[in-house]
């Protein structure tokens, strides 16, 4: 074995522990692909938050989605109007769009009502 080699081959094998601990040691991102067909709704979400209570809250061009992690719900806005902005403020989730500006707060039975901010 030729000196120079037998110079670098300490520093070899602490490389390849060390690459080789990085391998084992890494994980796949905890990332989800959906497709529209998933969520049943349009693929463009404007905005995004997330409640209290951990469920994903979506600005989308079909209305306002929630998830909860294992199924999709979309509310549509009563004229159909695109949810471009979403700001959640206690039990309340203010949307606007154009023309149109108001609030999604939970029924006693757990459904989403959406009250209209008057206009003027």
Excluded: C
Excluded at 83 to 94: A, E, M, N
């Amino acid at each position: 074995m030729p000196i120079a080699f037998r110079n670098l081959t300490p520093y070899l094998l602490v490389f390849l522990g060390i690459f080789n601990a990085i391998l084992l040691f890494a994980e796949s991102p905890a990332i989800i692909h959906f497709s529209k067909d998933d969520n049943q709704s349009h693929k463009q979400n404007w905005q995004i938050g997330q409640l209290e209570n951990g469920l994903m809250v979506f600005a989308n061009t079909h209305g306002l989605m929630i998830y909860n992690g294992i199924e999709w719900r979309l509310y549509p806005m009563p004229h159909q109007e695109i949810v471009r902005t979403l700001y959640i403020d206690q039990d309340r989730i203010y949307v606007g769009s154009y023309g149109e500006f108001g609030f999604w707060k939970s029924s006693p039975t757990g459904q989403l009502i959406y009250t209209s901010a008057p206009s003027g």
